[in-house]
């Protein structure tokens, strides 16, 4: 250590010591830690706001490969006077600190240096209000930091922009400010492509309002000087409530809306005005569900579009029109219809402390734990407990997430009572099939067996129901069939129809989302079982014989055989290779008890069809 430099320092928190750790700041990727800089150029003013990404050619393996090498982000916003430049580097300073300044995407006074030195040992910022021939220059160096080579922010200097970034930058304005990390080694992703992939949907999404209103453009450039290449992409809105127009969402929803509003335009929003220190502070909930044509055809959920939608399922949480987070608290996850909705609530940055937000503005905490309340809330109004009620409980211990119960319960009662019920409803192009009189003989063995193992002491969760009158039993058969989708006068038909067979069982074909083949049904004191029509293996082992035998030639009845007997085969193939690569262990151990207990199943069942 050189001793003529170092730096005795007795504070509380070492400089050189404590930098690291801070580096440990929470930012969930770099893409995260990129918006941090974009926050800034929106409250600077800017409209225009380009990241460059600048690679580098490596040797691995005796091959040249292309690497991150600096990062930067220029914008032409009103750029910084010299004394802010100065502490702009400086943790928890900054000009919007004040509660009358809290009108912004910023605040914290952290964004700046907490995301930089997330992602690099380097950050150098140079901004300038009367041309970039004047910016001036401030940096901060870990390495300088932890070798205790100092511990102040350098004096602000007149140090000119190197021309790689005068030459590659597309805007510098009269004002503006340019930020580039170097020595980049906590990035997640190393090549230029993968940060701007990954970047494009989420900044989409986070300043998708700004987009929209075309207050502001967002630019990636990567290029590579060694190989003389350019990239240019622009960011456009991802909106996931799918009301906007020219989006990042594919064809052909692209240039018009997927969803549309829930209950129109003039009813989608609800507005909350919460009281909170002596003012009142409004927040905004949108809801809003696919249209019925997006939802049209064979698996709609495996299209672009569909699957561009299951990359933003949840609710949205904006603060000053900036998303936060996109909260999962409320999504069923093994439901893949869930990808058809959306939710957002935006917020006043007023609400800070209310809401809980983070300093590195990635979430609201206090607003996502209520969220993530709402199973334990449902069941206390199910015990009778009114929603005052359990407000007034938490006001009484003084928990300020007692103000956002009323908020997060409107939302949680919207998509368990309105929106998964319009999704549901909604016709997919397949109309339910009830083949009674051709699956009357397996119906009829199916409850034969049944009944023997009832006689044998085993019980089905159905049974319950078996004693009901018919008319509760009907209602049960019908209530189900509309949570798997039908519409009301299909299920009123096929329940009816159900409820006068004598036989447990109903197969009904019918198409749904999902990578299931078919779905189990209980309700009523009977079995339902829907095969899915959109799955291969409706086609390779159901949909051959659903032509009429005798129209057919002895040629292609075996060639439907073959095709079944090829399905069934390649079903229990897929299962085969399912557990070959499960790994060793409980998981493993359980798929192998269920492919035996299957099996018992089925001797039974098969037998007595003997």
Not at 9 to 23: C, F, G, K, Q, T
Request: hydrophobic content about 30%; glycine content about 6%; charged content about 30%.
């Amino acid at each position: 250590m050189n001793r003529t430099t170092t730096i005795i320092d007795n504070s509380y928190v070492p400089a050189h010591l404590a930098i690291e750790a801070m580096r440990d700041n929470g930012y969930k990727n770099t893409a995260y830690a990129v918006a941090e800089l974009i926050d800034n150029s929106i409250q600077a003013q800017a409209d225009y706001v380009q990241l460059l990404c600048k690679e580098e050619e490596i040797m691995v393996n005796d091959r040249n490969i292309s690497r991150l090498d600096q990062i930067a982000v220029l914008d032409n916003g009103i750029g910084m006077s010299e004394n802010v430049l100065k502490y702009c580097l400086q943790f928890g300073n900054g000009t919007r600190l004040e509660k009358s300044q809290r009108t912004g995407i910023g605040r914290f006074g952290m964004g700046l240096p907490a995301s930089s030195i997330s992602q690099c040992k380097r950050v150098d910022v140079w901004s300038w209000q009367d041309g970039i021939e004047n910016a001036k220059h401030v940096f901060l160096d870990i390495d300088d930091i932890k070798q205790r080579k100092t511990n102040e922010i350098p004096e602000v200097s007149s140090t000119p922009i190197p021309e790689l970034w005068v030459q590659k930058g597309e805007k510098f304005g009269e004002s503006g400010t340019l930020v580039v990390w170097t020595n980049l080694d906590r990035m997640m992703w190393t090549k230029g492509q993968t940060l701007v992939s990954h970047s494009e949907l989420l900044i989409g999404r986070m300043y998708r309002k700004f987009l929209q209103n075309e207050v502001l453009q967002i630019n990636f450039t990567i290029f590579n000087d060694s190989r003389s290449t350019k990239e240019e992409t622009f960011a456009l809105p991802n909106d996931p409530l799918y009301l906007m127009e020219n989006t990042s969402c594919p064809e052909p929803y692209d240039k018009v809306p997927m969803f549309e509003p829930y209950m129109g335009f003039e009813n989608y929003e609800k507005v909350f005005e919460i009281p909170y220190q002596d003012e009142i502070h409004k927040v905004y909930v949108r809801l809003a569900h696919a249209k019925k044509e997006a939802r049209e055809g064979h698996n709609a959920g495996l299209r672009p579009y569909g699957k561009h939608a299951s990359k933003n399922l949840g609710v949205s949480i904006l603060r000053a029109g900036r998303e936060l987070e996109l909260d999962v608290s409320l999504v069923n996850k093994t439901e893949p219809t869930e990808r058809w909705w959306g939710v957002e609530i935006e917020f006043p940055p007023s609400l800070d402390e209310l809401m809980g937000v983070s300093n590195n503005k990635q979430s609201a905490r206090n607003l996502t734990d209520v969220l993530s309340m709402m199973e334990e809330i449902k069941k206390e109004q199910d015990k009778g407990t009114t929603l005052i009620k359990i407000i007034e409980q938490y006001k009484d211990e003084e928990d300020p997430r007692a103000s956002l119960i009323e908020i997060c319960e409107y939302v949680n009662r919207r998509i368990t009572s309105h929106l998964r019920k319009t999704i549901k409803g909604q016709n997919q192009g397949s109309k339910p099939d009830l083949r009674h009189n051709e699956n009357e003989r397996v119906e009829a063995t199916a409850t034969d067996v049944t009944t023997g193992r009832k006689e044998k002491g085993y019980v089905g969760k159905s049974d319950s129901c078996e004693s009901e009158s018919e008319e509760k039993r009907h209602a049960l058969i019908k209530e189900d069939l509309i949570d798997s989708g039908f519409d009301e006068e299909s299920a009123e038909k096929f329940s009816s129809e159900i409820i006068s067979k004598d036989s447990k069982y109903s197969f009904i074909d019918y198409a749904f989302e999902g990578d299931a083949f078919f779905s189990v049904r209980t309700g009523g004191g009977k079995i339902n079982i829907l095969l899915n029509k959109s799955h291969p293996a409706y086609e390779n082992l159901l949909e051959v014989f659903n032509d009429s035998e005798e129209e057919s030639s002895a040629n292609e009845l075996r060639k439907r055989l073959n095709k079944a007997s090829d399905g069934l085969k390649l079903l229990l193939a897929a299962w085969a290779r399912y557990e070959d690569e499960t790994p060793d262990g409980p998981r493993r151990d359980d798929i192998q008890n269920v492919r035996q207990d299957w099996g018992r199943y089925s001797k039974d069942f098969l037998r007595r069809r003997d």
